[in-house]
């Protein structure tokens, strides 16, 4: 089959497979064909790329691009139900390529073991139809909105954390797009990553499972598709609430002057690269800690986390001072002291110790590199990795 | 007066709280409202210079106070304001 041509027919297996749609009258032969020509390319295959993938190989897309960069790790596997215990250790896109074989080995998969970025954004989505969002980060969000704005195609969005999740489909025909609603990114470390502030497991199923349905509907062109509204839910309330969206005139990409009308560099745009004259934040290492702890130095460890982290292993002598609340009690910092500021990661701390400097503390304060992971893998083989 | 819907993003800056009701003409005056009484907030919702966060909105009801008056966006008596927040979740 040549690259534009299209599938005119279903063969026997097919037509048994399929029997439940074709059985449907908003879906039929004609609607099941529709599905099978299309190409629909969904960016991370973890959690919410888990059910979008399986459902969408089930429902017999013909073509499923896939493109990730990482490695199934053990503690995906309480919500990225695409991958098992098995896997752990392989390529995402490998043991994602083995599922939709098991389930569907009509479906035709193209891989990339790759990161999207504004090098190769264009050139990979081109080729598809629909691209769905099933990421993690602010950047490659961005990059996919305006790749999609540029290239005229719906981009399927989906986003958790914690409890909460949003589902959106941008860009269809004239509708809003994701800048639309959020014309910038926050600051970096004002909203944590699902690794720094958890995600209920379930969740992702959720939201990602409404985003294969708005998936099919897409290329069917049946029902009302989720396009100028924001869905939010909410698990511990189980509360939907659907919000209006509006097209923005000023929007930058999609609006009637736009100014963003070829890929930009989204890092920087995310403010993950940070200008020199920024506020900059010394760190140690935890061996270094370790060191000055051994040595009886003056120092006060401070733990950022939230109360439940710490029960999971701290430093001894940690002072518990949540995130939210440290700029307000920076009195309780001993500057006679080196303060040291502990997260999990260390990129929580670093910005909480700008948000400090910037508001006119000037003791002595380090961030501990790498958080109390670091500590963990280096100095306190007992205390458990999370 | 309005209930006020504090996303899980941010509940870590109002001690777990999830709605809270505050008196107010408008949604500036709510929002202020509800910026005192969390001062934890305040860097979250406002820039250095006062202007409302880009990737916070307000939503009176269903609508984005944005397509509304914005802050000037007058409130009843039993309306709802939701602050919606950029999340990026998803692996």
């Known amino acids: ?386 | 007066m309005a209930t006020v819907y504090i996303p899980t993003a941010l509940r870590l800056f109002t001690d777990g709280t999830s709605e809270v009701v505050l008196v107010g003409e408008n949604i500036g005056e709510i929002v202020t409202e509800l910026v005192t009484k969390y001062g934890d907030l305040k860097t979250h919702l406002f820039s250095n210079e006062g202007k409302l966060r880009s990737f916070v909105n307000i939503y009176l009801n269903e609508e984005d106070v944005r397509h509304l008056d914005g802050l000037n966006t007058k409130v009843s008596e039993g309306d709802k304001v939701l602050l919606v927040p950029s999340i990026a979740g998803g692996i």
């Open chain 1, 1 to 386: 089959m040549g690259k534009d041509d299209k599938y005119e027919k279903l063969s026997q297996d097919e037509i048994s497979r399929y029997s439940r749609h074709l059985i449907l009258p908003e879906v039929g032969l004609e609607g099941q064909l529709k599905i099978k020509n299309s190409k629909v390319l969904v960016v991370g295959t973890g959690g919410l790329g888990a059910p979008v993938i399986l459902y969408l190989a089930a429902a017999g897309v013909g073509t499923l691009g896939l493109i990730d960069f990482d490695i199934v790790d053990e503690s995906n596997l309480q919500r990225q139900i695409i991958h098992t215990t098995r896997d752990v250790g392989r390529p995402k896109i490998s043991s994602a390529t083995d599922r939709i074989k098991g389930i569907n080995p009509n479906v035709k998969v193209i891989s990339y073991n790759d990161r999207l970025t504004s090098k190769n954004a264009i050139e990979i989505i081109k080729d598809f139809d629909i691209v769905v969002d099933g990421t993690d980060n602010f950047q490659t969000r961005y990059l996919i909105n305006d790749s999609c704005v540029l290239l005229n195609k719906p981009f399927v969005y989906g986003s958790i954390f914690r409890f909460e999740g949003q589902v959106s489909v941008f860009n269809d025909y004239d509708g809003p797009c994701y800048r639309c609603l959020y014309p910038e990114p926050p600051p970096v470390g004002l909203v944590p990553s699902c690794a720094e502030g958890g995600v209920i497991g379930v969740l992702p199923g959720i939201i990602g499972t409404i985003q294969a349905n708005e998936t099919i509907k897409l290329i069917l062109g049946i029902g009302e598709v989720l396009s100028g509204r924001l869905l939010t839910f909410d698990a511990l309330r189980m509360q939907f609430k659907e919000l209006k969206l509006k097209s923005d005139k000023e929007c930058p990409v999609c609006g009637e002057h736009p100014s963003v009308t070829e890929l930009i560099d989204y890092e920087e745009f995310c403010g993950l690269k940070r200008p020199d004259e920024q506020t900059s934040v010394e760190e140690i290492s935890a061996i270094d800690l370790k060191n000055l702890i051994n040595e009886k130095r003056s120092v006060q460890i401070i733990d950022i986390r939230q109360p439940h982290e710490l029960q999971i292993g701290k430093i001894d002598g940690t002072k518990a001072i949540p995130f939210g609340q440290l700029v307000r009690r920076k009195d309780e910092l001993d500057d006679s002291k080196k303060v040291v500021v502990v997260c999990k990661i260390g990129l929580l701390s670093a910005e909480v110790i700008r948000q400090l400097k910037d508001s006119g503390y000037t003791g002595e304060i380090y961030s501990l590199k790498g958080g109390i992971t670091s500590w963990a893998n280096d100095i306190d083989y007992t205390m458990a990795r999370y």
